[in-house]
């Protein structure tokens, strides 16, 4: 992570957030063995496509170990689908590293499909030096 906590909570928790959270409890008499009641969450935001319109991209599903498998990151994910659904989206979009088997075989048996080996995307990103380059204008050969 390279955040601080208080980008999180600038970016999350402002008068215009870049994202939304949902967090999984449980109560007290659950709590994780280090005494947490907070033991999941997803960061979502909006965002649109030109081919579908309005759609929903989950960044981040995370269930402490402890408490996977007990359906808490398909209800937190059901949710997000829920909010989306609400607010018009058409789709729900996410990226599941493919070292993580595990991730995407929960994402398949929600009903989602992979758009890298169906259509062949490809997930791409520029950051740092590059992004400060392209913003410039400045071409890379």
Known sequence: ??????????????????????IA???EQHRSKEGHCKVGYALYFFAYSSWKGRSVYME??????????????????????????AAGCKQLNFAVPNWNKPSVDFSL???CWNVTSDLGYHCMRCEGPALESLARGEAKH
Do not use: C, H, W
Not at 13 to 20: L, R, T
């Open 1 to 22: 992570v390279k955040i601080t906590q208080r980008d999180l909570e600038q970016d999350g928790f402002s008068k215009n957030p870049f994202f939304q959270a949902i």
């Open 109 to 111: 048996r929600q009903g």
């Open 25 to 27: 409890e449980v109560p």
């Open 60 to 85: 981040d599903l995370y269930v402490m170990s402890e408490y996977r498998g007990k359906g808490i990151g398909k209800a937190l994910m059901s949710k997000i689908a829920q909010l989306g659904l």
